[in-house]
């Protein structure tokens, strides 16, 4: 340990105070210390501080008079694009699958915060009847598209699956992967990588301590991928093993459709090398990051960067102007991610401050950690689609949200993004399925159930459509394990006709080698 070396590199960073407990710490104490302060170069943290808080106070300006709307040519909606051109798009994202020319990417490193869970997000089980967790329903979507893709190809195939992790969710990702034999996918096949993590840094511009031997340390935003994939193996991996083209998601979305081939199919008809998957914006005010053009460059602006004015505008057909609801699921081309890794680009994607209250050290006891009940701090974030204004080819593909949007935030102790309506989501989905696929759903006496539940009886249970509270029963439910259909295909040679009591699973994991259908239970 070269102390004195630190020392005088905190000295001249004005960080010095992150040594002030020294002489007080035991020897491990000080080993953990040095480990985690030595490699760091602060002065490279100070100009990320600088730069965010120079940002953060022109963040009040409105970016409405630099807004475009996206060009028509750009974009397409899963609902006004013809059954035979959708055909086209899915045969041709299978034939890169069943070549195994494309990568799914989840982002995984957060903290999930608002959850409140002491475990990475991906291990949570909503309460589906096969308990299954958000991983293990990820997992066997993969399964289950290398079958498809094998299927038109005639080939072997394989679909590799990232998942970037950060010191907060690594350990025990590789564990529960581990205990659960990846689901079925090989395990070569699933390659964990860490993301940065940064210092939290009081609004005086010093680094935060949270115990006397320890920086408050949070991870660098889904946008710390590009750095991260800088610094690990997995763009060499990738390129490897011959991908060409990677689909990035986040953890959270209980119906995603990882490497979807429509997406991938689409991206690839429109020569895209970034696209962006969106949901139409619900009404002007939700709080949702719509993917527009600013300066004549894409990128997605926050709700609260434009003006209210902006955000109603409509167009001839009265839908908004500016509308589309960024998912967080994207396109890349291996070679743009390549190209946005570098830092040359890298260094180019801002930080965006998050003001939080970070527990410190204490001003009276050093040994105790506190916890502040206002914000005292930022923790410095970058955001995955930043890159997007790189792009050359650009393009957004809008899908129905009821289809393939239900992301995970908070405890069911919240209005919206909970269990209950992740759960709820999943369910209603695949109810559809079977009713697309030719299956009736009777009550326990055998009468027909409509296929709309009635709003006015659900109401008078206490609660809307798809809100908390309401009577699961009045619902006919369904889950099908993502082993038996990906997103609805090939049921109907298991329900045509079918009469089922609900709620129905059609149950299948990595151990079984058909389908078998479980009914009138959870
Ligand atoms: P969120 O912004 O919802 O954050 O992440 P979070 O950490 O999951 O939850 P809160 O805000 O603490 O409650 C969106 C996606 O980006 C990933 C998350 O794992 C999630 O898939 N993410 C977020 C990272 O991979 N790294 C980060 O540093 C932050």
């Known amino acids: 340990m070269n102390i004195e070396e630190l020392r005088g590199r905190l000295e001249e ?37 600088k730069a965010a808080m120079e940002d953060l106070s022109s963040a009040s300006e409105k970016l409405d008079d630099l807004l475009e709307p996206l060009p028509k040519e ?50 949570y089980n909503v309460g589906l009847p096969s308990g299954k967790t958000l991983y293990q329903i990820q997992a066997e979507r993969l399964l289950k598209l290398q079958r498809l893709g094998e299927s038109v190809t005639g080939n072997s195939c394989k679909i590799p699956w990232y998942i970037m992790t950060s010191e907060h969710t690594k350990q025990s990702t590789q564990d529960f992967f581990q205990e659960h034999k990846y689901f079925g996918l090989q395990e070569d096949d699933v390659v964990l990588f860490e993301q940065n993590l940064l210092p939290c840094i009081g609004f005086d511009g010093k680094i935060i301590l949270e115990k006397p031997y320890k920086m408050a340390l949070a991870p660098d935003g889904n946008g710390g991928l590009y750095r991260a994939l800088h610094h690990s193996g997995v763009l060499k991996d990738m390129e490897s093993r011959g991908i060409k083209y990677i689909h990035v998601y986040c953890v959270d979305n209980i119906l995603v459709k990882m490497a979807d081939p429509v997406f991938i199919g689409f991206c690839i008809s429109k020569g895209a090398n970034c696209g962006a998957k969106v949901v139409e914006k619900a009404f002007p005010t939700e709080a949702v990051g719509v993917v527009c053009k600013v300066e004549g460059k894409y990128q997605v602006v926050e709700y609260s960067e434009i003006t209210l004015k902006t955000a109603e505008k409509r167009d001839s057909n009265g839908r908004l102007v500016f509308n589309a609801g960024n998912i967080c699921n994207h396109f890349f081309t291996l070679d743009f991610l390549k190209f946005v890794s570098e830092p040359s680009q890298e260094r180019q994607l801002k930080h965006h401050v998050a003001k939080k209250k970070i527990p410190h050290v204490n001003d009276k006891d050093f040994r105790v950690t506190t916890k502040p009940d206002s914000p005292n701090g930022i923790k410095m974030e970058k955001f995955v689609f930043d890159v997007f204004h790189f792009a050359t080819s650009f393009a957004v593909w809008e899908v129905i949200r009821e289809d393939e949007f239900a992301p995970l935030k908070n405890a069911d102790t919240a209005d919206k993004d909970t269990p209950t309506t992740c759960r709820r989501a999943l369910l209603n989905l695949h109810h559809r399925y079977l009713l697309a696929a030719g299956a009736e759903f009777v009550d326990k006496d055998g009468n027909n159930i409509p296929h709309i539940p009635s709003q006015k009886k659900a109401e008078e249970k206490g609660g809307g459509n798809g809100q908390k509270g309401e009577d699961e029963a009045l619902f006919v439910e369904s889950e099908i394990s993502p082993l038996v259909s990906y997103a609805g295909e090939g049921l109907n040679k298991l329900v045509e006709g079918r009469k089922f009591v609900s709620p129905v699973y059609l149950s299948q994991d990595f151990t079984m080698d058909k389908p078998e259908i479980v009914e009138g239970e959870w």
């Open 13 to 49: 960073a004005n960080q010095g105070h992150l040594l002030q407990y020294w002489d007080q710490l035991s020897d491990s104490e000080k080993q953990q210390l040095y480990k985690e302060l030595s490699p760091r170069d602060f002065n490279e943290i100070n100009g990320f501080y």
């Open 74 to 123: 750009v974009c397409g909606r899963a609902v006004n694009t013809g059954q035979e051109t959708l055909l086209q798009y899915d045969i041709d994202g299978l034939t890169e699958i069943g070549e195994s020319r494309v990568a799914v990417l989840l982002l995984a490193g957060g903290q999930g915060t608002r959850l409140g869970v002491p475990y990475p997000k991906g291990m």
